[in-house]
């Protein structure tokens, strides 16, 4: 099992900035993607952007060039750093973790937090 902790969220104005966080803990020794989604009131949840342990990049269209993810492999942690922000980008958001190998077991569940509360205001 993986278990991850989002911090970071809140109110924000249009135009600000946040850095979400998130740690992962479970007795895992590697994690193959960490990344984070979102959903909006109504919406779909949908990926916004991940990682992979060797720092490979992927964002959605809507947050190119405003977000930023990063890993801290050592420190079990992945980070969404959020610019720009627009009242659009409000939602609740949520790390996840996939390809987590325990030894020499390989789990290919997709864990998820229990996300965090981002309010863009205009």
């Known amino acids: 099992q993986v278990q991850l902790v989002e911090s970071g969220g809140g109110l924000v104005q249009a135009g600000g900035s946040l850095r979400l966080s998130c740690a992962a803990s479970?007795?895992?020794?590697?994690?193959?993607?960490m990344g984070w989604y979102r959903q909006a009131p109504g919406k779909q949840r949908e990926l916004v952007a991940a990682?992979?342990?060797?720092?490979?990049?992927n964002y959605a269209d809507s947050v190119k060039g405003r977000f930023t993810i990063s890993r801290d492999n050592d420190k079990k942690m992945v980070y969404l750093q959020m610019s720009s922000l627009k009242p659009e980008d409000t939602a609740v958001y949520y790390c996840?973790?996939?390809?987590?190998?325990?030894?020499?077991?390989?789990?290919?569940?997709?864990?998820w937090g229990q996300g965090t509360q981002v309010t863009v205001s205009s």
């Open positions: 996840t973790a996939n390809g987590a190998t325990f030894g020499g077991t390989f789990d290919n569940n997709l864990y």
């Open positions: 479970g007795g895992f020794s590697s994690l193959n993607v």
């Open positions: 990682a992979t342990r060797i720092g490979t990049t």
